[in-house]
């Protein structure tokens, strides 16, 4: 009796394999998948393929074990799901030979031995994204982990200044970054909150790169500085962390706050307005990204696929991308002449800046082969600025939101109608 093993992150499961029509779902996936190989190969039918792979999954879940609505709450989880099951079926870009089953029609017993795995989903423990999930350990609730500067900097410029506490100072900064981690509590349930704060432009990279961050610190607007000052006491009062880089900037105590979270076997999810800490992302990390001017629909949930359908590379490299192409914001100009499709394309070619600079004689491109050995120790350098830095925080404990405490806070400074949604959550 054949055995298909199938295989999702860290956790592994397996389901003796019987007869496929035996299982009328079976014979449903058998005609679904089968018959949409190309579809599944293509750039846009992957992605399309894995939510729909995932959806077809979720339905043939029986409710004894994972509440079906929580998944479907999670669009990001059932296309993690549907990843699982098109490379466990051989379904993935041509010449990848599935987990569970034969490359394209030549192992037609593995492939019904596949599905029938794929879909008896009621008679085993249902391990989803590795040992994550299953109804015998519910997915534990993450660790939030907030750039405060940036969302304090979007905040500011996202809400008008008239909005003042009791002493006629403007509060906005401190509303508005109060409401976006509010609705990422309710939406993710983390165990703790941790708002992360440093300097705006850490001493050793400003040694590395003196124009580091400098438009940066000349653009802090005169109503600004008394809410970083009131942020610690008005956030400590929800019940939230307050982490202070002295050395280091909030970034990189991001960063580590997520690798401790990971290491621990919990998951993080790193609230923030920079592209950089898209380095962050991982099985276990999440980056929940606001965009600039962004209204309403809440962070972006970035993971490692987000990463590579953005800029073509795997998240590791993304301070190597950051080099290459530079980043205005952060004042480093990259190399000349290079745009993100070419960073992607010597990334993908050679693996890291190191080695597409120990190549770049090679180059054919007389121009980019100019631009990489004559900016060579920049590149480095530019790279180095984009790496995080390990900040020696420890991990935080769980520590639930304070919503009377908060409630307080908000009244205290006039927010009155956050007062009153806070007061609202305590009951």
């Known amino acids: 009796m054949a055995v298909a093993a199938f295989v999702g992150g860290a956790g592994v499961f397996a389901q003796p394999a019987g007869d496929v029509g035996a299982d009328p779902r079976a014979g449903f996936f058998r005609r679904f998948f089968r018959g949409r190989r190309r579809f599944f190969r293509r750039g846009v039918g992957a992605w399309t393929g894995q939510v729909l792979a995932g959806l077809a999954v979720v339905i043939s879940v029986e409710p004894v074990g994972i509440a079906r609505q929580q998944i479907f709450l999670r669009f990001r989880l059932i296309r993690e799901v549907g990843a699982v099951v098109v490379e466990g079926l051989g379904l993935g870009r041509r010449g990848n030979r599935g987990k569970c089953g034969g490359e394209d029609d030549q192992d037609e017993e593995a492939l019904d031995a596949a599905i029938l795995s794929c879909t008896s989903l009621s008679t085993r423990e249902f391990l989803l994204l590795g040992r994550r999930v299953s109804y015998k350990s519910p997915v534990p609730a993450p660790l939030l982990a907030v750039d405060a500067p940036s969302m304090l900097f979007r905040a500011f410029y996202a809400l008008p200044s008239k909005i003042t506490g009791p002493d006629g100072r403007p509060v906005n900064a401190l509303l508005g970054t109060a409401n976006l981690i509010l609705r990422e509590v309710e939406l993710h349930e983390p165990r703790a909150v941790v708002l992360c704060f440093g300097p705006d432009a850490a001493a050793y990279r400003t040694e590395l790169y003196p124009a580091y961050h400098a438009e940066r610190e000349a653009a802090m607007p005169d109503e600004l500085p008394h809410q970083f000052a009131d942020s610690r006491e008005f956030f400590e009062a929800f019940g939230w962390t307050v982490a202070v880089g002295e050395d280091l900037e909030a970034d990189d105590l991001l960063g580590t706050y997520a690798k ?168």
């Open 260 to 427: 401790l979270e990971a290491e621990a076997g919990g998951r993080a999810l790193l609230l923030t307005g920079d592209r950089d800490m898209y380095q962050c992302a991982s099985e276990d990390v999440t980056v929940l990204y606001v965009r600039t001017g962004g209204k309403g629909a809440g962070a972006e949930e970035v993971g490692p696929a987000e990463v590579r359908e953005r800029y073509g590379i795997d998240p590791e490299l993304v301070p190597d991308f950051i080099a290459l192409r530079g980043d205005p914001s952060d004042g480093l100009p990259g190399a000349k002449g290079v745009g993100p499709k070419i960073a992607a394309e010597l990334l993908r070619t050679h693996g890291s800046l190191e080695a597409i600079l120990d190549n770049a004689i090679r180059e054919r491109r007389p121009a980019l082969r100019g631009a990489l050995i004559e900016g060579k120790e920049d590149l480095l350098v530019f790279k180095d600025i984009a790496t995080l830095r390990d900040a020696k925080v420890k991990r935080p404990k769980d520590r639930p939101t304070d919503w009377h405490g908060a409630a307080e806070a908000a009244r205290a400074r006039g927010m009155k109608r956050l007062a009153e949604r806070l007061e609202a959550q305590a009951e």
